[in-house]
């Protein structure tokens, strides 16, 4: 079964950068931390499956 990509999104370095401290950040809300990954994953072109299951979304 083939599962559709993520939105084509292109980020610009800066808005990289934020979203890479975001999803990093100790002190970041838990929902924003999973966004951010979220977008930073569908940036590289991975599937809307691939990205649930990196991030432990669904088995």
């Known amino acids: 079964m083939a599962y559709p990509k ?7 370095k800066k808005q ?3 979203l890479n401290k975001y999803s990093r950040g100790t002190h970041t809300p838990l929902h924003l931390k999973i966004r951010a990954q ?3 994953k569908a940036d590289e ?8 299951c990196e991030l432990n979304r669904i088995s």
């Open 45 to 52: 072109g991975k599937p809307n499956i691939t990205i649930a």
């Open 6 to 12: 993520a939105h084509e999104i292109i980020l610009s």
């Open 38 to 40: 979220i977008i930073l």
């Open 16 to 18: 990289r950068a934020i």
